[in-house]
């Protein structure tokens, strides 16, 4: 059975910005990372398929919208503190961006509320939010998520990889476990579900609270997940 792919990919697809306030291009030449700082952020699309040259459109209030986006030090930065101008304003309508980056790029996010969208990548990702979720594709080698409040949906994920939600959930699938990835997933109040593929693993319950459930694969992956209060369940493709 094929893994489907997550539904914010769906929900949120390519090119589907409308009446666009920002629609800005930059040389992909010598951009590394993409380094994100805001309060609000909205839903963010990231599609690693850039080759010379990098873009940005987004559609929101503008009181909510970026008040940086800029090259600098081989990195395309995305900047803005929008949190006072939220509480005096409000929201009416979603943010939503669209941004274009080279396969390579390393993505470092930080965030109070947002939710941000993968869409491929092999560069290094870490993200940090207080209240938001991490959704798609990746296949970068090494992960770092930790949120305060939400969920966490990814296919793919090799290499390395540490996912912390205090409070949430996550959803991890993969069509195939190849290599010898180390992947820890940690939820203190939430479940956790692992979609593998057809191949032979062995499996072992550790604790009650918390629950660790530990799986080895015969090519050598490694998944430990720990539920505070949860559970944790596995199902094949």
Avoid at 128 to 133: I, P
Avoid at 152 to 162: I, K
Wanted: charged share 20%.
């Amino acid at each position: 059975m094929a893994l489907r792919p997550p539904k914010s990919l769906s929900t949120f697809p390519k090119g589907a910005i409308r009446n666009a306030q920002i629609d800005q291009r930059f040389p992909a030449e010598g951009i590394r990372e993409f380094r994100i700082d805001v309060h609000t952020l909205g839903n963010m699309l990231i599609c690693f398929d850039a080759e010379d040259e990098i873009s940005v459109v987004a559609a929101g209030e503008s009181h909510l919208l970026p008040q940086r986006l800029f090259c600098s030090g081989g990195a395309l930065r995305y900047e803005g503190s929008n949190f006072v101008s939220y509480l005096k304003n409000g929201q009416k309508q979603k943010i939503l961006i669209e941004v274009h980056v080279p396969p390579e790029t390393k993505v470092l996010a930080k965030f109070t509320a947002g939710v941000v969208i993968l869409d491929g990548g092999r560069g290094d990702i870490d993200i940090r939010g207080t209240f938001g979720e991490v959704s798609g594709i990746t296949h970068s080698s090494k992960v770092r998520i930790k949120l305060q409040t939400g969920d966490v949906s990814l296919n793919e994920l090799q290499g390395e990889a540490e996912l912390r939600l205090n409070v949430g959930s996550a959803t991890l699938g993969w069509t195939e476990l190849a290599g010898p990835n180390r992947i820890h997933v940690h939820c203190g109040f939430g479940g956790i579900d692992l979609l593998l593929p057809a191949v032979e693993f062995a499996a072992h319950d550790e604790g009650v609270l918390p629950r660790t459930k530990r799986i080895t694969t015969s090519s050598g992956s490694e998944i430990t997940a720990v539920a505070g209060m949860g559970s944790i369940d596995v199902k094949h493709w």
